[in-house]
C-alpha cells in the first residue's frame, strides 16, 4: 500500500496512461483518499478513475485492466426482453421518469440485493458525493415506475460523450434491464460511443457487455470527453425503447 498515493484535499490523481498499477500487487487501484473531497469525483472520472470501496474503509481509487464497456448497439435485447419492453411501453400505469427522483433510485440501487456484489459500496459517502454531482448537471437517475411505484431503475454519470453506469437495481423481474435498454438507445441516438460499465459480471455479459483494455479505455475516453456537443437534456420517456421493438 505504501507505493500507493495517499490523496489530500487538494492532490491531484495520477495519471493512469502515465501510472498504470503503481503497486503490483493490488492492480487497478490508483490511489487512496480520507474520504472523497469536494471536486474529486468528477476529476477522476475524467481520467477514467472510480471509487469503490466498503463502509468503513479509506475511500479506494480504481482503473481496473481490463475495463468492461457496453457499446450501446450491441446491446443485447433478447426475443423475451423485447416482448417485456414492448408490454411495458402498452401499459398506461408504466413510466420511465428520468431524474424525477435522483436519490431514490441511488438508495434503491444501495439496498437491493445482488448476486455479483453486496451493495454495501454504495455507502452514505457515496450517495452524497453522487448527489452532488446530480445537483450539478453531471449524474442522472433513469426510473421505472408502476403504479406510482419504483420497480427499477439506474444511475449514471455523463461527461461529454461518455456514460459512466454505475448501478442498476430491480424490484421486478426484468427491469433493469429496461432501464438499461432505454439508457443504450439514449446513447445511440445521441452518439455516444461506450457506456462504462467498470467491472466484468456475468450479468453485464449476458447484456452485451465486453473486457477491453485499459489504454483502449482511457484512449476511447479522452475522445469522448472532447466530444461537448453531447451535452443535451435528459429528458426523454419510454417512448425511447420503441427502438428496440
Same mark, same amino acid.
Given at each position: ?16 496512461? &502515465?501510472?498504470?498499477?503503481?503497486d ?13 473531497? +469536494?471536486?474529486?469525483? &468528477? ?11 466498503s ?20 446491446? *443485447? ?5 423485447? *416482448? ?24 434503491a ?40 411505484? #419504483? ?21 421486478? +423481474? ?8 432505454? #439508457? ?32 483502449k479505455? #482511457?484512449q ?17 420517456? *419510454? ?7
Open positions: 500500500m505504501s507505493q500507493i498515493t495517499w490523496l489530500g484535499p487538494h492532490d491531484a490523481f495520477p495519471d493512469p496512461l &502515465l501510472c498504470a498499477d503503481p503490483p500487487s493490488v492492480p487497478g487501484l490508483i490511489a487512496v483518499s480520507e474520504r472523497i473531497y +469536494p471536486g474529486q469525483l &468528477l476529476q477522476a472520472y475524467q481520467l477514467g478513475i472510480f471509487p469503490w470501496y463502509d468503513k474503509q479509506p475511500v479506494l481509487w480504481w482503473s481496473p485492466d481490463p475495463r468492461m464497456v457496453l457499446k450501446p448497439n450491441h446491446f *443485447k435485447c433478447s426475443d423475451s426482453l423485447r *416482448k417485456i419492453i414492448r408490454h411495458f411501453c402498452q401499459e398506461t400505469q408504466s413510466q420511465l421518469l428520468v431524474d424525477q427522483d435522483f436519490g431514490e433510485v441511488i438508495r440501487c444501495a439496498t437491493s440485493a445482488r448476486k455479483d456484489q453486496d451493495g454495501t459500496w454504495i455507502t452514505h459517502e457515496i450517495m452524497d458525493a453522487y448527489t452532488t454531482i446530480h445537483e450539478q448537471g453531471h449524474a442522472h437517475s433513469i426510473g421505472l415506475v408502476e403504479n406510482g411505484n #419504483l420497480i427499477g431503475g439506474l444511475y449514471c454519470v455523463a461527461l461529454g460523450g461518455m456514460v459512466f453506469g454505475e448501478s442498476m437495481f430491480s424490484r421486478k +423481474p426484468n427491469t433493469s434491464k429496461i432501464a438499461l435498454a432505454a #439508457l443504450s438507445a439514449w446513447c445511440i441516438q445521441n452518439q455516444v460511443a461506450m457506456i462504462d460499465c467498470q467491472q466484468e459480471t456475468a450479468h453485464l455479459s449476458s447484456l452485451g457487455a465486453a473486457p477491453i483494455a485499459r489504454m479505455f #482511457l476511447q475516453l479522452q475522445i469522448s470527453l472532447n466530444q461537448s456537443n453531447i451535452e443535451k437534456p435528459w429528458n426523454f420517456d *419510454k417512448n425511447i425503447l420503441t427502438h428496440w421493438l
